[in-house]
């Protein structure tokens, strides 16, 4: 399968990111800690859906949009990369996530264990069940990133790192 460039890449969920999900009588943090996906990606990561904006988008619905090809968890949170369908009908999401129209993520979940402060205004999701992550208009976690990994982009970023390596290496000479 080509995917042509077309691979949806960033963070579903970043940890120890605020999420405001109380309300203005009872204000509460949320916070998905280190280590809350250890669970899914050991047990179900190959059930885990892509969908746009949670499967309510009325272009996509609950039609998955893509295929998971990497999960993992590291310091910043879950890191992903999914193969866009090679469909036309998928070609708008691709020019929405390419036109940066589409730069954020959200993940849809179970909560299986958590715990709060003593005053009940920080919750800390510590294991999640993780059924869908994807591209959405509006995410709860603005440290969820989203992007078009093309080769384009990828040719792009390898000609400025060694534009600025160059550039590093002539001032070294010049100091010298």
């Known amino acids: 399968v080509s995917t042509k460039g077309r691979t949806l890449t960033g963070y579903a969920s970043a940890f120890n ?5 109380g309300t203005k009588l009872r204000p509460q943090t949320t916070l998905v800690r280190p280590g ?8 179900h990561s ?18 998955p949009v893509a295929v998971v090809s990497d999960m993992h968890q ?16 998928f070609d708008p999401l691709v020019a929405s996530l390419k ?18 402060n003593e005053d009940h205004t920080e919750r800390n999701l510590r294991e999640l ?16 990133v989203a992007e078009l990994n093309s080769l384009a982009k990828f ?10 390596s160059l550039a590093d290496e002539s001032r070294k000479r010049t100091l010298e």
């Not at 590291?74 to 009908?89: E, H, K, M």
């Not at 040719?155 to 600025?164: F, H, M, R, V």
């Open 17 to 21: 990111y605020p999420i405001d999900s």
């Open 36 to 43: 809350a996906f250890t669970k899914t990606l050991n047990e």
């Open 46 to 63: 190959d059930r885990v859906q892509v969908l746009v904006n949670h499967g309510m988008d009325s272009r996509w619905g609950m039609s």
């Open 74 to 89: 590291d310091q910043t949170g879950l890191r992903v990369s999914a193969d866009i369908i090679d469909d036309p009908s």
């Open 99 to 116: 036109a940066g129209a589409f730069r954020a993520m959200s993940i849809q979940f179970e909560v299986d264990k958590e715990d709060y």
């Open 129 to 144: 069940a993780l059924w869908e992550f994807g591209p959405v208009t509006w995410p709860a976690n603005e440290g969820a």
């Open 155 to 164: 040719a792009a970023d390898l000609a400025t790192s060694q534009a600025e």
